[in-house]
């Protein structure tokens, strides 16, 4: 599966942001997927994560209550919902995937075994 990652931009602290991954090349609904972030000299950090039908998700503490992931299956695209952004949410967001129909969404990093290319999101102060 290939996936492209969009929606990203330069926005307000507080502000809230959309990104989509959207699938190409098979259907999303085989597939847990993930949403990572890399800021500028760190480390890739994951930010989130869902099962394949939706039922399951999970979060690093740092965006719990701010963050929802989501997909439609139907239309082969998940999404990333932001909210009360804040400088630290500066980062490239990427999206993954990774093959099977777990019913929990915890997700090590080594398991995704598709990426697809970032988005920037700046949140300004």
């Known amino acids: 599966v290939q996936l492209q990652a969009s929606g990203g931009g330069t926005v307000q602290v507080g502000a809230s942001l959309r990104l989509s991954c959207t699938a190409s090349g098979d259907t999303i609904s085989k597939y847990g997927m993930g949403w990572f972030r890399q800021a500028p000299g760190q480390e890739r950090q994951q930010v989130g994560s869902i099962n394949f039908n939706g039922a399951s998700t999970s979060y690093v503490p740092s965006v719990k209550g701010r963050f929802t992931i989501s997909r439609d299956n139907s239309k082969n695209v998940m999404y990333l919902q932001m909210n009360s952004l804040k400088p630290e949410d500066t980062a490239v967001y990427y999206c993954?995937?990774?093959?099977?129909?777990?019913?929990?969404?915890?997700?090590?990093?080594?398991?995704?075994?598709?990426w697809g290319q970032g988005t920037q999101v700046t949140v300004s102060s």
């Open positions: 993954a995937a990774l093959l099977g129909a777990s019913l929990g969404a915890d997700f090590a990093v080594y398991e995704y075994d598709s």
